[in-house]
C-alpha cells in the first residue's frame, strides 16, 4: 500500500510539472487569477477538484 501511495505521489508531481515546463506564462497568469480569488471560490475548485478525482478513482478501481 505505502508503495501505490508513492507512485501515486510521483505521478502527481509528474503531472503537475508539465504545465509550467511547456507554458510559464499561462501558469503565472493563472497563479494571479488564483490570487485574487476569494476563498469560498478555491475552496469549491477544491472541492470540485477533490470529487473529481475520487469519481476518477472509483471508475478506474
Known amino acids: 500500500m505505502f508503495n501505490d501511495l508513492l507512485t501515486a505521489l510521483a505521478l502527481l ?3 503537475e ?3 509550467p515546463f511547456l507554458n510559464p506564462q499561462a501558469l ?3 497563479m494571479q487569477t488564483l490570487g485574487q480569488m476569494d476563498d469560498r ?3 469549491v475548485i477544491g472541492l470540485v ?3 473529481a478525482g475520487l469519481l476518477l478513482l472509483y471508475l478506474v478501481r
Open 41 to 43: 471560490s478555491l475552496r
Open 17 to 19: 510539472g508539465i504545465f
Open 13 to 15: 508531481l509528474v503531472i
Open 49 to 51: 477538484s477533490m470529487l
Open 28 to 30: 503565472r497568469r493563472t
